[in-house]
């Protein structure tokens, strides 16, 4: 048995950063687990933003082990990482898979903590973006970006992968591509 949210946004506004938050669980007969994660990107980084969005998971991973969160933060540096290009994918975030450290409960509540932290991390640069202005020349680096987001999803996702390979919903499973992208 499996569960999961997943939350994706491509903003149109080049200012406003795409992100992406997934938390699920697994129950088998034999063991159950955990994971989830959030990653950051903007088209262009903002120091500031960044920081603000890598404070506000740490706190929340805090709230549960302090080693979470510098575990968790390299999982995702390296997991984000568009390899053929020799880049990341955006300015990171948290990643994390087969959590299971024998209470159930504990788990769940930092997945839950892990999907309330995204919302107080990404609302905030949200509102404080979306009504700068933009040019096209920000627009088509955007569209660039946002071709190696789809990149990374097609190549490297586990979870894109795991879906298409399993026969579930090919829309649901694309449902993390931006909905216009471009290559140089």
Wanted: charge should be negative; proline fraction near 6%.
């Amino acid at each position: 048995w499996a569960s999961g949210s997943s939350l994706v946004a491509h903003m149109r506004s080049p200012k406003t950063p795409a992100v992406h938050m997934n938390t699920r669980m697994f129950w088998t007969p034999g063991a159950w687990w955990f994971g989830g994660g959030a990653d950051l990107n903007p088209m262009v980084e903002v120091a500031e933003d960044t920081a603000f969005f890598h404070e506000t998971l740490k706190a929340a991973c805090d709230g549960h082990d302090a080693a979470y969160y510098p575990r968790f933060k390299a999982w995702a540096d390296d997991y984000f990482m568009i390899r053929h290009w020799k880049e990341a994918r955006g300015v990171g975030g948290i990643f994390y898979d087969d959590l299971s450290t024998g209470d159930w409960a504990a788990d769940f509540a930092f997945t839950q903590d892990v999907g309330r932290a995204f919302l107080a991390a990404f609302v905030p640069l949200t509102e404080r973006h979306m009504k700068a202005p933009w040019t096209e020349e920000d627009r088509e680096w955007q569209l660039v970006k946002r071709g190696r987001y789809a990149e990374f999803n097609l190549v490297y996702d586990r979870g894109t992968q795991f879906g298409l390979q399993t026969g579930h919903n090919p829309e649901a499973v694309l449902m993390s591509l931006p909905p216009i992208a471009k290559w140089p």
